[in-house]
């Protein structure tokens, strides 16, 4: 499903992020970027042995950071691997560090001139952060993004499950109510002087 955001897109899509055609995919991997299970898996079996030669050379990225590589057999030019808090109750920062992984994200993004980004949901598997608390941290984050100065036009978010799709779904329909965007901006009221 697409929504428009200031001339540009955000959209939510179920499906798996290694088959998607954009500029760069995001990976959700750990500090030590050696590979694991879940969407880091995937995106490495997909992807062949060249990106783990690419991130080994690299070494660590610490928690809310990002770094990016080639894409071997993927069908995009880069992935952008960001490593993401792991939930331990919310009181560790959690939330600021899951917002640090996804703007880290963009802004490697933009600094290689990326159009359009596909994000897994960050966290929300092996690291156990709730998706009704990590989804409004990540839809907020790309359309804050999308506010500023930047060559990304789309934003997808690709859910592996149906009910992960349908809560990102009703969060960006949530968060776009609150949000003035260039096609709704509130008339600015005279005043009367
Ligand atoms: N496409 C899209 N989403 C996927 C795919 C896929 N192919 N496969 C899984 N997901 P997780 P995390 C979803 O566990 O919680 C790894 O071992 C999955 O259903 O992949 O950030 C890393 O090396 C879930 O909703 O990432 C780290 O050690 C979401 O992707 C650790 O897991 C994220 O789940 C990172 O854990």
């Avoid at 978010?157 to 799709?165: C, E, G, K, M, T």
Wanted: proline share 6%.
């Amino acid at each position: 499903m697409d929504f428009a955001y200031k001339g540009k897109t955000i959209r939510i899509v179920q499906g798996d992020i290694t088959k998607i055609k954009v500029d760069a995919i995001v990976n959700a991997a750990n500090e030590g970027l050696r590979g694991g299970g879940g969407v880091d898996g995937a995106i490495h079996r997909a992807g062949g042995p060249s990106i783990m030669e690419e991130t080994r050379k690299i070494g660590r990225c610490p928690t809310g950071q990002a770094v990016i590589t080639g894409a071997g057999n993927l069908p995009v030019k880069y992935v952008i691997h960001t490593v993401g808090p792991i939930w331990t109750g919310g009181g560790r920062g959690e939330a600021g560090l899951l917002k640090n992984a996804y703007e880290s994200s963009l802004r490697l993004a933009r600094e290689h001139g990326v159009a359009t980004i596909a994000f897994p949901s960050i966290s929300t598997g092996i690291y156990g952060f709730p998706i009704e608390k990590a989804s409004p941290i990540a839809v907020g984050a790309a359309l804050d993004h999308l506010d500023g100065d930047t060559t990304v036009r789309e934003i997808q978010f690709v859910l592996f499950s149906r009910p992960d799709f349908e809560v990102y779904q009703e969060t960006v329909k949530e968060i776009l109510g609150t949000r003035p965007t260039a096609t709704n901006t509130p008339p600015t009221v005279p005043r009367n002087t």
